[in-house]
């Protein structure tokens, strides 16, 4: 069973930066797309980013410019670097592992996900 664990949530003012990072323990990371999704209080879980084995990425467009999804295969490791943070970017983080490398927009297609970071902007 895999399993990821992400870090690097917290409290931060409107225009600041976070850097989350989720460990995975598969063995074939590499091989793998990883994806980056939020759900904040009522809302539907929705796509944030997502990094393919080849490294080509793909953003939401609500986050296009202010994040960048990037990953390092020899420490099993995926980020999202958070900059000009909103507060509508307020929301529980979670990544997301799709064996399968397709890195789509669609949560289903993701087979392993992590238990997710809060991410809290204040006005």
């Known amino acids: 069973q895999v399993q990821l664990v992400e870090s690097g949530g917290g409290l931060v003012q409107a225009g600041g930066s976070l850097r989350l990072s989720c460990v995975a323990s598969s063995r074939t990371f590499s091989s793998y797309a990883m994806g980056w999704f939020r759900q904040a209080p009522g809302k539907e879980r929705e796509f944030v980013a997502s990094?393919?084995?080849?490294?080509?990425?793909s953003y939401a467009d609500s986050v296009k410019g202010r994040f960048t999804i990037s990953r390092d295969n020899a420490k099993n490791t995926v980020y999202l670097q958070m900059n000009s943070l909103k507060p509508e970017d307020t929301a529980i983080y979670y990544c997301?592992?799709?064996?399968?490398?397709?890195?789509?927009?669609?949560?289903?297609?993701?087979?392993?996900w992590g238990q997710g970071t809060q991410v809290t902007v204040s006005s």
């Open positions: 997301a592992e799709d064996p399968r490398n397709r890195g789509r927009v669609r949560a289903p297609e993701y087979s392993y």
């Open positions: 990094i393919r084995s080849g490294g080509s990425t």
